[in-house]
């Protein structure tokens, strides 16, 4: 891995270092707005096509219905249904805490002010299977719309070779009590849940993550359809920052983890011991290998860095600006210094907590912002799924109290009819 000195680093080196899956060439969007102006032409026929030319696999049909899903589930074993139990269980406890009532205001004598959350009615999920099905990540996604109570939700996931859904979707789909599941992938996807076709229900709201194609899917039909997305959750990627009570085996162990997710997926090591970092990527040499996935993971570790950073403090300000979507503090002093954490999407504190843990099973949620939108955007949770609507009344009392204000306000922007709705109501 290659290794920079953050003493040595101008503005401008470090702002080409944060910067990853930039598309210049417009390469990734002339693809997709051909793909989703094909689905918005050509309906199911394109999801069809699709499905032959980028999934390799010709569809008689283009869902699973819950028979089918009950028979594709009865594949799993007990150890691996025990397991999903477990995750499902963890994420529900975590994400239902989120689901609060929020207590009404009076701002003067006889004005209330309020707000109450109303699930979105059709939301979407895409659940990935591309270079690897992701069952856990339709728990991450399933639980909360299922919590928040939206009326309909429809799932997205390619098709695997055999043109059916791995047992794993099918029992989390039966877990979450979802009847369908589309058999669409990549971007082709996204624009069936915008557009809608013959078959595939138009949404209100698009989640999940994705490669390339899916976020780019994503962030176009945002702009061009009333459908809203969660945010970009692109590849995977990791900042690990590490000082001197840092294991390198295990700081190795967490960028691999994240750097077999795809070629594009970045691991990055921060670290203010330059003994521990040269230990954790000769660690990186040696536990890469033997991984099924190590051609992929060696091509993201190749695309990843380490920089030397004179004190944690550093490390952080270094962090801050890459905004990692998965920051790892693998220190003893974790405690010291998560006040000064600014932008990342999902945090994990001391030598043992291993990202993949929030990946799969503690709780929080594994759905997060990618390619430094980790600045603007949090991570899915019930709130993604809900809206929050402003509610007011206002007394006689109330009336006249506020009225002067808003009467004095509309005058002085010059409208008149928003002046007068209140002096009729004053007495
Ligand atoms: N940020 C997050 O929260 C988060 C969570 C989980 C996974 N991920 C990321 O999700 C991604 C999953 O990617 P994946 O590829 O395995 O699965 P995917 O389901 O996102 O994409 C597979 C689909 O991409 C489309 N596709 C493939 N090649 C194409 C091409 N050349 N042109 C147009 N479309 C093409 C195909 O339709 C295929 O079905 C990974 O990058 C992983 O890191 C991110
Ligand atoms: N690390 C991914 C989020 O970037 C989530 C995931 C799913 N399965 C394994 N990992
Ligand atoms: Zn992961």
Request: net charge negative; with cysteine; proline share 4%.
């Amino acid at each position: 891995m290659k290794t920079y000195n953050y003493s040595e680093l101008t503005a401008s080196d470090i702002q080409k270092l944060v910067q990853r899956n930039v598309d210049p060439a417009n390469e990734i969007r002339t693809i997709v707005e051909d793909v989703i102006a094909n689905v918005q032409q050509h309906g199911d026929k394109a999801l069809l096509d699709y499905a032959l030319k980028f999934d390799k696999v010709e569809l008689n049909k283009l869902y699973l219905d819950k028979a089918e899903l009950a028979e594709i589930a009865k594949a799993i074993s007990a150890d691996q249904k025990a397991a999903l139990e477990t995750a499902y269980s963890n994420i529900y406890k975590f994400h239902q805490t989120q689901l609060k009532t929020e207590d009404k205001v009076e701002t003067m004598p006889g004005v209330t002010c309020w707000r109450e959350l109303r699930p979105i009615e059709k939301v979407g999920l895409y659940i990935p299977g591309g270079s690897a099905v992701l069952p856990s990540t339709f728990l991450m996604l399933g639980i909360p719309a299922r919590i928040a109570g939206c009326h309909e939700i429809v799932v997205c996931s390619p098709p695997q070779k055999n043109g059916k859904v791995n047992a794993f979707i099918a029992y989390v789909a039966l877990m979450l009590g979802i009847d369908k599941i589309y058999l669409a992938g990549g971007s082709q996807a996204v624009a069936a849940m915008a557009y809608g076709t013959e078959t595939v229900t138009k949404v209100d709201k698009i989640f999940g993550p994705g490669n390339q194609f899916v976020t780019k899917a994503k962030t176009i039909i945002q702009s061009t359809t009333t459908t809203a997305i969660d945010m970009p959750a692109g590849p995977s990627e990791v900042l690990v920052i590490a000082d001197e009570t840092a294991i390198p085996a295990y700081i190795a162990a967490d960028l691999l983890a994240q750097a077999e997710h795809g070629i594009d997926s970045q691991a990055v090591l921060v670290c203010t011991s330059a003994d521990i970092a040269q230990k954790a990527v000769a660690e990186v040499e040696k536990q890469l290998p033997v991984l099924p996935r190590a051609e992929i993971a060696k091509l993201a570790i190749d695309n990843s860095y380490v920089v030397i950073a004179g004190s944690l403090s550093e490390a952080m300000n270094f962090s801050n600006q890459y905004a990692p979507e998965h920051l790892i503090l693998a220190t003893n002093s974790w405690e010291q210094i998560t006040g000064s954490i600014v932008n990342a999407g999902s945090v994990f504190l001391g030598n043992l907590t291993p990202e993949s843990a929030g990946d799969y099973a503690s709780g929080t949620n594994h759905t997060l912002p990618t390619s430094s939108y980790a600045r603007a955007y949090s991570g899915v949770s019930v709130d993604s799924f809900v809206k929050k609507i402003t509610f007011q009344h206002i007394t006689r009392e109330g009336i006249n109290n506020i009225g002067h204000a808003v009467e004095v306000l509309a005058e002085l922007e010059g409208l008149h009819a928003h002046r007068n709705a209140v002096s009729v109501r004053k007495q």
